[in-house]
């Protein structure tokens, strides 16, 4: 047998065993990796997916609280649903409550950021004070944020020398958890942007600075692009955040849903209709329900950010 012959019948050989031990190896990983992800796989098994699932038959169901007596109701549930004008009002100020907090806390959070970011002095403590807010437990800040709001010896009429319910008007109610809500939460994505501005490169700036740019210039045609991408999440996270506002809303409106039933949001009703009502096959519904409404904000937003990364590697 010749040399070439040889080599012939010895290369596919060595191929199958290299690709053999591959396979071994990939098998020996997963066995070894599986034991690290197991304990994790067991908590995410019983605590997320069999309570999903579990709503999701309920919401077929005229389950009550004490979880006898439930029975097949098919669609029902949902059909009453669709004709229920108290979870459209409740779906309505959540939806209202997000196009308000929205933009503000994206546009307030980015500049909060170019602030501690180009300061000189005391950086250090403009950061703390932008982000400590955002440690606050939920009640911490509606309780005191109720008292600020109070009519009589609230601190904000106090100040601009009015006397305006912005706790028991329902005109003001909801700008009042809005502005809550700013304050307490606007150090998320203040140190999102602050971490996107410090790695934009220095030399962009030198850049433009020799060829005669301003600083207007330089954050529009530099800075803003550069935070595309950390913009489009804070706009996301903000959203899908935004649309599940519970705790702040029924701490300034202790537990109630505020004046004439103003503040009354979509996850606020869903928890009245299984705990007050004790109707949880209904409630599990409009928690179905809900729950696509947040899955289609989340997949809209990552077909965008997919399209505008194709579109940019063209």
């Keep these: 047998m010749t040399t070439a012959s040889t080599q012939t019948v010895i290369a596919p050989a060595r191929t199958k065993a290299v690709a053999l031990g591959a396979a071994v190896r990939r098998r020996q990983g997963f066995q070894h990796g599986g034991w690290f992800v197991a304990p994790f796989l067991l908590l995410f098994t019983v605590f997320v997916i069999w309570p999903l699932l579990r709503g999701v038959y309920l919401s077929f169901t005229d389950a009550n609280i004490t979880g006898q007596g439930e029975s097949f109701i098919g669609l029902g549930n949902y059909r009453e649903a669709l004709e229920d004008p108290l979870m459209w009002n409740a779906l309505g100020h959540s ?8 933009p503000c806390i994206t546009v307030l959070a980015f500049l909060l950021a170019m602030l501690a970011h180009h300061i000189e002095r005391g950086k250090w403590l403009w950061r703390l004070c932008f982000f400590a807010p955002f440690l606050l437990p939920s009640t911490v800040a509606g309780n005191l944020w109720q008292w600020l709001f109070n009519p009589g010896t609230g601190m904000v009429n106090y100040v601009f020398g009015g006397n305006t319910p912005w706790l028991t008007d329902k005109s003001y109610a909801m700008l009042a958890i809005v502005i809550e809500t700013l304050w307490w939460t606007v150090g998320f994505s203040f140190l999102l942007y602050l971490a996107a501005l410090q790695s934009i490169p220095a030399h962009l700036y030198e850049a433009a600075k020799l060829d005669g740019a301003g600083a207007w210039h330089r954050m529009v045609h530099i800075t803003l692009p550069m935070l595309r991408n950390i913009t489009g999440l804070v706009i996301a996270l903000q959203i899908l955040a ?11 409106m202790d537990f109630g849903p505020g004046p004439e039933n103003s503040t009354r949001t979509f996850v606020q009703y869903t928890l009245e209709e299984g705990f007050t009502s004790y109707r949880v096959g209904y409630a599990s519904a409009i928690s179905v329900i809900f729950f696509v409404i947040i899955a289609a904000v989340a997949l809209a937003r990552m077909w965008l950010l997919r399209t505008r990364t194709e579109e940019a590697a063209r």
């Design 95 to 102: 939806a209202y409550f997000t196009l308000l907090v929205v």
């Design 242 to 252: 935004s649309l599940q506002v519970f705790d702040q809303a029924v701490t300034m």
